[in-house]
């Protein structure tokens, strides 16, 4: 069984920043893959960065690309989502998920662990 912990959330004005922390336990091969997404009230979750922990190759969706990164820290079992550049688009609950992988990094139904999600808001 895989648990993950997501913490880090809160509201920042435009512009400012955050970092995301998961917090993951269980065996290692259940969470090769390590994805963040983001949800919105009547919208999709959507994918916004995935990491592939063995290889430690990362993903972004285009909406993401050069404001925010994904890293890990295997001694930690922590991977983080640093978000810079942040814009009121980017409020959203988001989700750590993992999946022993590889699977399609965008796709929240290819995932099979999930956090509870941690708020961003980011005013105007």
């Known amino acids: 069984q895989v648990q993950l912990v997501e913490s880090g959330g809160g509201s920042v004005q435009a512009g400012g920043s955050l970092r995301l922390s998961c917090a993951a336990s269980?065996?290692?091969?259940?969470?090769?893959?390590m994805g963040w997404f983001r949800q919105v009230p009547g919208k999709e979750r959507e994918g916004v960065a995935a990491?592939?922990?063995?290889?430690?190759?990362?993903y972004y969706a285009d909406s993401v690309k050069g404001r925010f990164t994904i890293s890990q820290d295997n001694a930690k079992n922590t991977v983080y989502l640093q978000m810079n550049s942040l814009s009121p688009g980017d409020t959203a609950m988001y989700y750590c998920?993992?999946?022993?992988?590889?699977?399609?990094?965008?796709?929240?139904?290819?995932?099979?662990?999930w956090g509870q999600g941690t708020q961003v808001t980011v005013a105007s």
């Open positions: 990491i592939y922990t063995v290889s430690g190759s990362t």
């Open positions: 998920a993992a999946d022993p992988g590889p699977v399609s990094w965008f796709d929240p139904r290819a995932y099979n662990y």
């Open positions: 269980g065996y290692t091969y259940t969470r090769n893959q």
